[in-house]
């Protein structure tokens, strides 16, 4: 296993959680780690994307403000911080790895982690 999520659960709208993908070494360095989420019903859409060799991220609008991408390379995992979650933020949140920075297309992303669940209720 290459990208390893983790960290969601249920949560009460205004709440926090804090997902992890734990990367082989390989695919930490030299790669762009995004989040995508896919809620029932609908296609996977971009999230955040945290990028490589450069002190940047990039977020989707309807997070921005909210959820915070982060990279610790000691760790080679990369954290999701959602604040000030709504009922709309569930879906399950997977991570990908990209060869391209600031990168929303799923179609640049090589690499797929399983995903993890994140349901929050009204």
């Known amino acids: 296993v290459q990208l390893q999520a983790s960290g969601g659960g249920s949560v009460q709208a205004g709440g926090s959680l804090k997902l992890s993908c734990a990367a082989s070494?390989?695919?930490?360095?030299?790669?762009?780690i995004g989040w995508f989420r896919q809620s029932p019903g609908k296609e996977r859409e971009f999230v955040a994307v945290?990028?490589?060799?450069?002190?940047?991220?990039y977020y989707a609008d309807s997070v921005k403000g909210r959820f915070t991408i982060s990279r610790h390379n000691a760790e080679s995992t990369v954290y999701l911080q959602m604040n000030s979650l709504k009922p709309e933020d569930t879906a399950v949140y997977y991570c990908?790895?990209?060869?391209?920075?600031?990168?929303?297309?799923?179609?640049?992303?090589?690499?797929w982690g399983q995903g993890t669940k994140v349901t929050v209720s009204s």
């Open positions: 990908a790895a990209s060869l391209f920075n600031n990168n929303p297309n799923e179609d640049r992303y090589h690499y």
């Open positions: 070494v390989n695919l930490f360095s030299g790669y762009a």
């Open positions: 945290d990028n490589w060799n450069e002190d940047s991220r």
